[in-house]
């Protein structure tokens, strides 16, 4: 019988298990996905850890919010794909029941598209969470331009990497923020400008000398916390900040300085239109067409191995994906 990753009660890494899963039939507008390799992300672990933001019924509940595989079977008035496409998910509406750590899920039909060609599924199942995010906070809600200075916090995360490549491929300029030194050569190869190390340097004052003391244009922020007020003070004058995670758990106060554009970006705002969807993928293909976009993968881990790859994440050594081959 297939497999898929459930957890009966929320806790540490090890409350996830392999189980059997029998397959479910796709209802109208629905598609079975056979998955191929899954990835791992801070919201799996918000849900696993009993910090989702919403309430989910337990026990069985599955996990996994995307994934890359193909059409295994259709349900009733989908038209426009058939079986066997390579295809990647952009939305799983309810992951306790359709979660992608699995041999098979369903979802809607208007939730898959289809897997760019020579994308391995790999590279595919690190590519829609991270870069949809980095293009719909950076493109779509903040307007970056050409010549945009853009500082990046929590770089090395697998959507502060897809922001770096997000801001190389419009032509701004992606200033990068990491707290270990160690992680530095690694993002100046992966195409930031420069990089801020803040355990040895001083945020305000580095990103003021890398903008000739005008301030960044736009910050985009996975971390918050109580460092949120000194952040915001790196934007220019009628800067932007776009909030995309919240890395540090503690209160983050409301920056005082203005004029300053706050957004709290949440991907879901976008990857539920088609209209954008539509944007996106074409975004991201032309991208990966050209090279511009790399997905940068950490770590491999096999279904198996899912109380592994929890661990490593929440270690936060990693510089970009974690990826669950299925
Ligand atoms: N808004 C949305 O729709 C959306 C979608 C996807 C993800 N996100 C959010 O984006 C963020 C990044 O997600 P991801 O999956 O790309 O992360 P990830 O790959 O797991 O990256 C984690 C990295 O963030 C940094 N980090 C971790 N804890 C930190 C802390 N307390 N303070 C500062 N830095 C910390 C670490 O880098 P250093 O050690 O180098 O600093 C760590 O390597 C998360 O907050 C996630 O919830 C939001």
Redesign the pocket.
Known sequence: MPRAVVFDETGAPDVLQVVDEPVTEPGPGEVRVKIEAAGV???DQLMRSGAFPRPFQLPHARLGCEGTGTIDALGPDVEGISVGDPVIITAVPAMELNGTYAEYTVVPATAVIPRPAGLDSISAAALW??YS?AYGALVEKAGMRPGDYVLIT?A?????LAAIQVANQIGAVPLAV???TA?KDALLAAGAAAVIVTDSDDIVKAARAYTNEAGVDIILD??MGPGLAELATTAKRGGTLVT?????PRPAPMPMIAPLTIYR???FEHVLNPVVVRRMAAFLTAGLRTGALRPTIDKVFSLGEIVDAHRY?ER???VG?VVVKV
């Open positions: 992300n801070r919201l969470v991270a995010t929590a090395s995360s697998s959507v502060g990491t707290r270990r992680k996975s971390v995309v995670g919240w890395l540090d970006y949440m991907s994440l936060g050594q990693q994906k």
